[in-house]
């Protein structure tokens, strides 16, 4: 009999091994190494990057180095979503390790917050643990949803209209009977969502 | 007891038994008989057939039911011709009882029921107070009633003796008829219903119940006698009640409910061990005036009842101080009959549907539970000839077809008259039942014209018998149950089940309909018919608030959209889904890790740290428990390997000191430091068991993990939890003694008294309550912090919890007077210990008992009062149970005293061999079972030995045996309490008499050495054996303050010893190892040669260790540890002895 606490181990040892490769079009002084990394799942981009930016900085000029951010095949990758949630939803079907693209310039505004620090990110994760929270204790979503509106979440997770959707959580696909109470009781991240990726499949 | 199973009697009187770790419903072996109630205990269950009669059915065990029969033949002296059998007129009968107040001639003597065989012929007991008389059993006095002795002396004017004769109880697994000889004045009447209980009221004799049965009349019966050694108990005796009564229930303990026909309950009262049949009687008013309550079910503090209306309720405020309660409860649901078994789990079957109901939630601390659930297992037989799925989706949703059958003997056969008229037996069941449809139900209601008549709701039901036409039942051949002429009443499900169904499955009510009609088309619906049920029993049926049932999850086999259907009653443990997420994980872990493991942490490592409170042995001044902090940092290295290190942060002279230890690669982190001795009660922060934690971490840095290997050493400490250790190649090394200390014992999951392995892999364990557990191969630790978690399976245990009452002798009032102890203490008397405030052992054990009840005997206290005693106590009992995993399958059913198994002879020949193993049961019968293997290790037989001869009588209380391996196999030594040890040549048994002045209680015999524990803790060596003599010639005395030995395969001696001298105290449970046992000097070295581990031990088990030490120089070392000193006698009692610690671990 596995306890259902081994779930947790195996959601806080998450780890997704990654590829950090420069921008091509940054300007370096020599040639940038890529920067193999694992990085925790449940962890945020900005928070565990520390060593893939002076990886990078070393080989830059001072003056080209502005904010960090990364990309992933055209994506810019917020970082105030968890690891683990943005691999699933980009790059869980591509192959490992997860090429990543660093990025010093060109801050794509429209797209990402800017982390001026790590409080910011302890700030917008404490943010998220507070929502979470009063929207548990108030408690009024989860009891307000039936057993019928629970199912048909799950069943519209999995269908959306015409296209078949893969639904995704820490790199897996539960089964869609898997009770909503359970999952988010194991499998949530430590933000006390639970992210579910909801991924179109390409139509034959 | 996992092997507990629900029984339960289907409309047409067939009894089914679902186990609880089954799926299916079993038809009960002995299906003859129609029944319309039962009442389950453990290893047994009553019923009233259909011929109104009491039926017993016992389960088959190994250990058979055998009761001696006595009688003493008398000789007076006579000057002329000695002993003869003329007796002077006033002497008793020349064969008579104990007493000699009752003639009782050897043929005289006839078996009380055609269920017994005689075992043997009469035969004289040799034996006299433990003692052979060699004199044909004669014991001699001045006259008749005195006291007897052993020799003839010059006064001996009469001699008796006493033959002894054994019958053996022969229906088992097997319905057998309460035979009914009483005196035809007094005889029963036709029984009506029956409850079985009182199974917790005392231990005295094993086995005993309280058999409760209602007759017809409304008279109120007790069975005298019933215990597991006497299953059909000895006659009825009849109960005065204040009116007539219809239904009865007999709780576990001191509950007991009759219905009255008025529809009040009665509630006994005054029920405890002393007078299980209680003094009184009260009366309880049914929750309303106008619905009477029809039926009761009373649990160890509960009691449910059933009133006119269906409705069910539940009865607030009962305790054991007041059995009547206080108010009612209604609870949901409308059901013909509830039944409360054990642990006050309830079951229910359905008012429609006639379903079982399974009450879920019950829990100690809600007694009421939460919801109904209903079981969806089906039948086995169903299954053999309908596996489609209608018949799944049947159960899928049981509460969508609902039928009544027109005739039934189902809940309303409270109707006494209707059931009168029933045909015995024989009755052509489905041939009868075919002219009945027509035959109004309301004909079938009693006409006695007390209130139980129609009730309204039936009526309704009753009345629209519209019946869909897919629906109708194809009376055709296609099976048996198909016969019977059913009434559809789904009509009235739609009032209630709509709103229920589709709120919850909107888009499957098309669905649902889909599964009434088109498939009902398919096939009759006779065939895949989901089990009606009239009455269910759970008192076999061990429930516990967290076990994993699969009663009712549906089959695979349907379609994932038919399985979201059963979304709701899946359980979480065993359901699919889970499944994939645990396998999914894995597989994600492996892809994603595997191949970069050489890759850089984005973190540097990834830590734990946990921190608790522990206490700490201080082994300097002042040498007891102090209370240390510890944190426990479990760090994955670069590789992906866990390490730990464990911080204990502790004050020595008011100065703050941090000590940690790490354990790398199994290195010793903590070099030459003493050894830690930590012990915890169980927190919250630190999971269950703190200690577990530790021990894992422990295995993980040292790469234990796993099935221990055949040779390991296993051993059981004061808790019982288990433990185990690999053996070094040179652990039995003379020249190369390890400190005991410095072994590594990892824990294992489970919890036993006794364990017992054999160098082969066969592991076998007794749990406190006799329960035989055999072990399954897992390597596993705990739940939740396994590491293998295959194998591991729920483990029960129950034991009891005595306190003492001490009074002084007061001379005026007679007593009263406080003594110098507590006046509630333990059993040494020096530590308090009230009713109230005496908790379980740990947070693990629960009570099971709501209150401690006197009592056995007084321990060194005599039973009875004399001149000179001015003290006197009395011993309170009460039972805790234990709920664990670990890795342990139950040898079902089998209570064991004790167990031994053949240890591997090195050098043996392993192919081919078949290892026996052999058990004491409970009761003192000698078990072997033969032909255990590793892979097989319990063997599905365990016959009991044929009849062993004249010392049978010993044996009812024999507590260890072990086996002589010299001897050829198939010989056992074993011993008796008075003293003697008895060892056998294949059938021959041998006498052996004990060390002087002693009672032997354990044996263990190694390759060639023998040694033998008695009562006072001496170790004795036989001196003397040899292949040819395997008796021996004398005892010689080793050593003292030993608790429990075992001799190994290689002669090695290890003990549990007492009051060893640790570095500045005195501990108990020592592990101790005997060194210097030599080929040519079989008891080791002079006095003790003993390396001890810390106290805390209770059994120890090392005749799996057949690994020889590599030869090396054969020089001899003498003990360091105790040299010359032997253990020292310290006076008895337990004063300065260090509290047992509530848990020991072994870095």
């Known amino acids: 009999m596995t306890d259902d606490k081994d779930v947790l181990r195996d959601v806080w040892f998450g780890r997704i091994p990654t590829c950090f490769t420069l921008y091509q079009d940054e300007i370096t002084e020599r040639e940038a190494e890529p920067y193999y990394l694992l990085l925790p799942r449940v962890s945020y981009l900005t928070l565990v990057t520390d060593k893939v930016k002076k990886h990078f900085q070393k080989v830059m000029r001072q003056e080209d180095i502005s904010e960090i951010w990364f990309e992933y095949e055209g994506t810019p990758l917020k970082w105030h979503y968890p690891i683990g949630l943005l691999f699933d939803l980009l790059a869980s079907s591509s192959a490992l390790p997860w090429n990543i693209t660093v990025h010093f310039k060109s801050f794509p505004e429209k797209d990402l917050l800017h982390c001026p620090s790590k409080d910011a990110i302890e700030a917008h994760f404490m943010s998220c643990v507070k929502e979470a929270d009063a929207l548990k204790h108030k408690s009024q979503v989860i009891n307000e949803m039936q057993k019928k509106d629970h199912k048909q979440l799950w069943m519209g997770l999995q269908n959306d209209g015409e296209k078949k959707n893969q639904v995704m959580i820490h790199g897996i696909e539960p089964m869609l009977e898997t009770p909503l109470q359970w999952l988010s009781e194991h499998l949530s991240y430590p933000d006390n969502f639970l992210h579910i990726s909801i991924i179109p499949q390409p139509t034959d | ?1147």
């Open chain 2, 1 to 1147: 007891m996992p092997n507990s199973a629900l029984w339960a009697v289907d409309l047409f009187g067939k009894v089914h038994t679902l186990s609880t770790a089954g799926q299916y419903w079993e038809l009960c072996k002995d299906s003859q008989l129609e029944f319309k109630r039962v009442s389950a205990a453990t290893q047994c269950c009553w019923g009233i057939a259909c011929d109104n009669q009491v039926y017993v059915y016992v389960c088959a065990s190994d250990v058979p039911i055998r009761r001696r029969e006595e009688a003493y033949e008398n000789q007076r002296w006579n000057p002329v011709g000695g002993f003869c059998e003329k007796l002077l007129p006033s002497d008793r009968w020349q064969w008579s009882d104990v007493s000699g107040l009752q003639h009782r001639p050897l043929d005289g003597v006839a078996l009380p029921s055609p269920h017994w065989v005689w075992e043997s012929d009469w035969y004289v007991d040799e034996n006299f107070g433990g003692e052979p008389t060699e004199k044909g059993g004669w014991t001699y006095a001045i006259d008749f009633p005195a006291t007897y002795t052993r020799d003839k002396k010059w006064n001996s004017c009469v001699r008796r003796r006493r033959w002894i004769r054994y019958r053996r109880y022969e229906s088992r697994d097997a319905w057998a008829k309460i035979p009914s000889k009483d005196d035809p004045e007094q005889l029963p009447d036709p029984f009506n219903d029956l409850s079985v209980g009182g199974w917790e009221i005392t231990d005295e004799p094993v086995g005993r119940l309280s058999v409760w049965a209602v007759s017809l009349q409304g008279k109120v019966w007790y069975r005298e006698d019933v215990s597991h050694p006497n299953p059909e108990g000895s006659s009825w005796s009849l109960m005065d009640t204040p009116g007539e009564a219809v239904q009865i229930s007999c709780g576990p303990h001191d509950l007991l409910w009759v219905t009255l026909w008025e529809g009040q309950a009665l509630v006994r009262e005054g029920i405890n061990r002393n007078n299980p049949k209680g003094s009184s009687w009260s009366i309880v008013e049914p929750p309303t005036s106008e619905n009477g309550i029809m039926h009761v079910s009373v649990g160890v503090s509960v009691v449910w009842a059933i009133t006119k209306d269906r409705k069910v309720w539940f009865r607030r405020g009962i305790n054991s101080h007041n059995p009547c309660g206080t108010s009612w409860i209604e609870m949901v649901g409308e059901m013909t009959m509830v039944n409360v078994g054990l642990n006050d789990q309830v079951w229910g079957i359905g008012c429609e549907d006639r379903a079982i109901y399974f009450r879920q939630g019950v829990t100690q601390s809600e007694l009421s539970g939460k919801t109904w659930k209903a079981i969806v297992a089906s039948r086995e037989c169903d299954r053999s000839h309908s596996g489609s799925s209608s018949s799944l989706l049947s159960q899928a949703c049981p509460r969508q077809r609902v039928f009544l059958p027109r005739r039934g003997h189902g809940p309303s056969d409270t109707d006494a008259s209707s059931e009168a008229e029933r045909p015995g037996p024989d009755r052509p069941g489905p041939a009868e039942s075919g002219d009945s449809p027509g035959k109004p139900r309301d004909s079938l209601a009693p006409g006695s014209g007390t209130g139980r008549t129609t009730e309204p709701g039936e009526e309704e039901v009753a009345g629209p018998a519209i019946q869909t036409p897919g629906l109708e039942p194809c009376p055709g051949p296609a099976s048996t149950l198909a016969e019977l002429p059913w009434t559809n009443i789904d009509l009235k499900e739609p009032r209630r089940a709509p709103s229920h169904l589709a709120a919850g499955f909107p888009e499957t009510t098309g669905l649902s309909s889909l599964g009434l009609l088109p498939l009902g088309l398919e096939e009759p619906y006779g065939a895949d018919d989901h089990p009606l049920w009239a009455w269910v029993s759970g008192g076999d049926c061990a429930v516990e608030a967290h076990t994993v049932l699969k009663w009712f999850t549906v089959q695979s086999g349907l379609s994932p959209s038919m399985q979201t259907l059963s979304l709701s009653i899946t359980p979480a443990q065993t359901a699919a889904w889970r499944k994939q997420i645990f396998q999914q994980l894995t597989e994600r872990t492996k892809r994603e890790l595997e191949n970069f493991r050489h890759y850089e942490q984005a973190v540097e490592q990834s830590v734990w740290v946990k921190t608790g409170a522990l206490q700490w042995w201080c082994d300097w001044k002042p040498h007891k428990w102090v209370d240390v902090r510890v944190a426990l940092e479990q760090f994955t290295g670069l590789d992906g390997a866990r390490d730990s290190i464990l911080f204990i942060y502790y004050v020595v002279h008011e100065e703050k000191k941090v000590r940690g230890g790490s354990r790398e690669k199994g290195t010793q982190g903590t070099g030459t430091q003493a050894p830690q001795v930590l012990a915890a009660q169980p927190s919250e922060d630190w999971g269950l068991n703190p200690l577990a934690l530790l021990n894992l971490s422990c295995c993980e840095s040292r790469r234990v993990h796993g099935r221990p290997s055949p040779q390991a050493i296993w051993s059981i400490t004061c808790k019982g939890d288990i433990f185990v250790s690999e053996p070094s190649p040179n652990l039995e090394a003379p020249e190369h003694v390890l400190p005991c200390p410095q072994m590594f014992w990892r824990q294992m999951g489970g919890h036993l008294r006794v364990v017992e392995a054999n160098g082969q892999g066969v592991v076998w364990g007794i749990g406190y309550d006799h329960t035989a557990w055999v072990y399954t191969g897992g390597g596993g630790c705990f739940q939740g912090l396994a590491s293998s978690t295959s194998n591991i399976y729920t483990q029960s245990d129950v034991k009891c919890v005595y306190i003492y009452e001490n009074q002084r002798w007061n001379p005026v009032t007679g007593k009263g007077l406080p003594t110098d102890r507590y006046m509630w203490s333990d059993a040494s008397g020096l530590q308090e210990r009230t009713k109230a405030s005496t908790e379980p052992p740990s947070l693990q054990w629960s009570w099971v008992s709501s209150g401690p009840g006197p009592g056995p005997g007084p321990g060194s206290y005599h039973g009875y009062k004399t001149m000179k005693d001015f003290v006197r106590r009395r011993c309170w009992a009460r039972k805790c149970k234990l709920v664990t995993s670990g890795p342990w399958l139950e040898v079902a059913p089998l209570a064991l005293a004790d167990v031994s198994i053949i240890p591997e002879s090195p050098g043996a020949n392993r192919s081919g061999h078949s290892i026996a193993l052999w058990a004491i049961s409970d009761k003192g019968d000698v078990l072997c079972r033969l032909g255990v293997s590793e892979l097989n290790p319990a063997v599905s037989t365990l016959p009991h030995l044929p009849a062993l001869g004249p010392f049978w009588g010993f044996w009812r209380i024999l507590r260890k045996i072990e086996l002589w391996t010299k001897v050829r196999l198939g010989s056992v030594s074993q011993l008796h309490p008075e003293s003697d040890l008895a060892l056998a040549a294949g059938d021959c048994w041998y006498h052996i008499p004990s060390p002087p002045k002693q009672r032997l209680k354990q044996v263990s015999v190694g390759q060639t050495s023998v040694y033998a524990l008695d009562e006072n803790g001496n170790l004795w060596y036989r001196q003397g054996v040899t292949p040819s003599y395997p008796q021996g010639s004398s005892w010689e005395h080793v050593s003292n303050n030993v608790r429990q030995v075992s001799v190994g395969p290689l002669d090695q001696v290890w003990v549990i010893a007492n009051k060893v001298q640790g570095s500045h105290s005195l501990s108990r449970g020592t592990v101790c190892h005997r060194t210097g046992v030599q080929p040519r000097e079989p008891k080791g070295k002079a006095g003790l040669g003993l390396r001890g581990h810390t106290g805390g031990w209770d059994h120890i088990s090392v005749r799996a260790n057949a690994t020889r030490a590599l030869r090396g120089r054969s020089q001899e070392r003498a003990a360091e540890c105790s040299g010359e000193r032997g253990l020292p006698g310290a006076p008895s009692g337990v004063a300065g002895v260090p509290q047992e610690a509530p848990g020991l671990v072994r870095c």
